[in-house]
């Protein structure tokens, strides 16, 4: 059974101040490892996609890379509206992702 | 602008009634998905579709849900009777389930449902 684990449950920062959340990850043949942000009242919304270890992508602030056993979405000099909850997935199947229970970032100005 | 779209957005019902709750999913989407959220246990598969053929609705209590897809436009979420428990957001997702990307998808505004 796939497991997905996020650490911390909730992060609080400053404006600036550069950090990291974890996902770490138990699958049976990984074929895609999914990050979410999702604010409150809406639906999840799609960050990245990464397939294979070592694989990194990046978007704006944001940028998640990936190891055999965990990734990492690293937040560099976070704004306000960085603020969100952020979820991560795996699939080992076809089409069904396995999600973590999310890490909740608050950033203050 | 493709997106999933769901309605109603909120619905507060009384235990034993009906809830039914609708998605259209992205345009050239033909897998789709319904989620439960709740603070507890975090995002759960309900069930979902290929091409509007059901796959996998082991995470339903098959009692009480059913889902269904009556054309490439529309998927359906039902409870009967509804029950307290049932209280939560309900999201659908649609992929495109074809090409490198088959797996990524892509959330609806969710319905959230309160069943007194």
């Known amino acids: 059974e796939d497991q997905v684990t996020q650490s911390p449950e909730a992060l609080r920062l400053q404006e600036g101040e550069s950090s990291s959340l974890n996902c770490s990850y138990t699958?049976?043949?990984?074929?895609?490892l999914f990050w979410y942000r999702q604010d409150p009242g809406k639906g999840p919304e799609f960050l990245f996609t990464?397939?294979?270890a070592g694989e990194e992508k990046e978007k704006e602030r944001l940028k998640a890379t990936l190891t055999k056993k965990e990734s990492f979405l690293h937040i560099t000099a976070p704004k306000p509206e960085d603020s969100a909850t952020y979820l991560c997935?795996?699939?080992?199947?076809?089409?069904?992702?396995?999600f973590g229970k999310g890490t909740m970032l608050l950033v203050s100005p | 602008d493709a997106r999933v779209t769901q309605t109603p957005r909120h619905k507060v019902t009384e235990m034993g009634q009906e809830v039914t709750m609708r998605c259209q999913p992205i345009?050239?989407?033909?897998?789709v998905f319904w989620y439960r959220q709740t603070m507890m246990q975090g995002l759960e598969l309900l069930a979902y579709?290929?091409?509007?053929?059901?796959?996998?609705d082991s995470g339903m209590p098959k009692d009480r849900f059913s889902a269904e897809m009556p054309d490439a436009t529309l998927a359906t979420l039902k409870i009967q009777p509804s029950e307290p428990r049932d209280s939560a957001v309900y999201f659908c997702?649609?992929?495109?389930?074809?090409?490198?990307?088959?797996?990524?998808?892509?959330f609806g505004p969710g319905t959230r449902l309160t069943v007194l």
């Open positions: 699958v049976s043949g990984l074929r895609g």
């Open positions: 579709f290929r091409n509007r053929a059901p796959l996998d």
């Open positions: 997935a795996v699939s080992s199947g076809y089409s069904t992702l396995t």
């Open positions: 990464l397939y294979s």
């Open positions: 345009l050239g989407h033909n897998t």
């Open positions: 997702a649609s992929g495109l389930g074809s090409g490198r990307a088959y797996n990524e998808q892509f």
